[in-house]
């Protein structure tokens, strides 16, 4: 192996040894003065340097602080301190908010609300506790709205009621770097046990009568299909028994034009309305005395 070869070896094996060398202590030199951030989707970095907000980094991807903030940006790591905040959208539940109904009905209201940060400095510096803010702000603008109404318009007005609660509590929201969303009260429930126990009461009263009303409309019906048909059947037998004397009248005429089969007709009448009768009947021999009348007897 000749000597340039040789040469060349060492200098690439140096070049590789030093670029393991020097690469990460210039990312750790980077990142030690913050000289690029990576932010993710939905999350703003507030730069603050001895105190005072020097300015924030929403993009998401690679950023250069020295870039938006110029020199201020190096010394933030020595004297001043980046704040992330996250600038999703957050739903929050508040449950049974105790208001009265102009009834005097105690009811217990639920509103569903959703929140985001939309200004990250008042956010950070104008309230220690915007998030316990903002539903104290809610909870009272439910009482303050929905207080003292009718019990109808509490379980009927839902939509309306949400939109004033919401236009009451969106200015306070902003002061805090909140904006408040979409805004619905989900659920309006009576709270009195003895309340509830009287309109289950009631409902069950008013479909016992429903029902009983139901059923006596239909016996009624029933009845009314009932009668009609007797009063058909009653006039179609009332035809038939007018009817039938003339029908056996035409039958026996016919009858008559012959004599035999008349007298044989009657007197087969006669037999069976004989045999139908309830009296007894002593068949006496020919020719027979008293004598023997006694014995068959």
């Not at 703003?44 to 998401?60: E, M």
């Not at 190096?74 to 508040?94: A, E």
């Not at 805004?183 to 289950?200: L, S």
């Not at 029908?247 to 004989?274: C, H, M, S, W, Y």
């Amino acid at each position: 192996m000749n000597p340039q070869t040789i040469h060349f070896l060492i200098s690439i094996g140096a070049g590789m040894f030093a670029a393991a060398a020097i690469v990460p202590l210039l990312f750790g030199i980077g990142s030690a003065l913050q000289l690029w951030r990576v932010i993710p989707e939905r999350t703003v970095q507030v730069y603050t340097l001895f105190g005072k907000v020097i300015g924030t980094l929403d993009q998401p991807g690679i950023n250069l602080p020295i870039a938006r903030l110029g020199a201020r940006a190096l010394l933030v790591p020595l004297f001043g301190k980046v704040y992330p905040v996250h600038t999703c959208i957050y739903q929050h539940y508040l449950r049974d908010q105790l208001v009265n109904s102009e009834e005097g009905a105690p009811m217990g209201v639920g509103i569903w609300y959703e929140k985001m940060v939309v200004s990250p400095e008042d956010y950070l510096f104008r309230n220690s506790d915007p998030s316990g803010s903002l539903a104290a702000n809610v909870s009272t603008a439910v009482i303050k709205q929905l207080s003292n109404l009718k019990l109808a318009v509490l379980l009927e007005d839902r939509n309306a009621l949400s939109r004033k609660v919401r236009e009451e509590v969106s200015p306070t929201s902003r002061n805090w770097g909140y904006a408040l969303g979409s805004t619905y009260i989900r659920k309006v429930a009576f709270r009195d046990q003895g309340m509830i126990k009287e309109i289950e009461r009631k409902v069950v009263n008013r479909l016992l009568q429903v029902t009983a009303g139901m059923r006596q409309a239909g016996d009624n019906q029933v009845a009314i299909i009932r009668s009609d048909a007797e009063k058909k059947a009653a006039e179609k037998m009332g035809k038939a028994q007018a009817v039938r004397p003339r029908i056996v009248g035409e039958a026996l005429a016919k009858v008559r034009e012959n004599p035999d089969v008349a007298d044989t007709l009657f007197r087969l009448l006669d037999l069976q309305a004989t045999l139908k009768s309830p009296g007894k009947i002593t068949l006496v021999p020919k020719g027979g005395t008293g004598t023997n009348l006694l014995l068959s007897s």
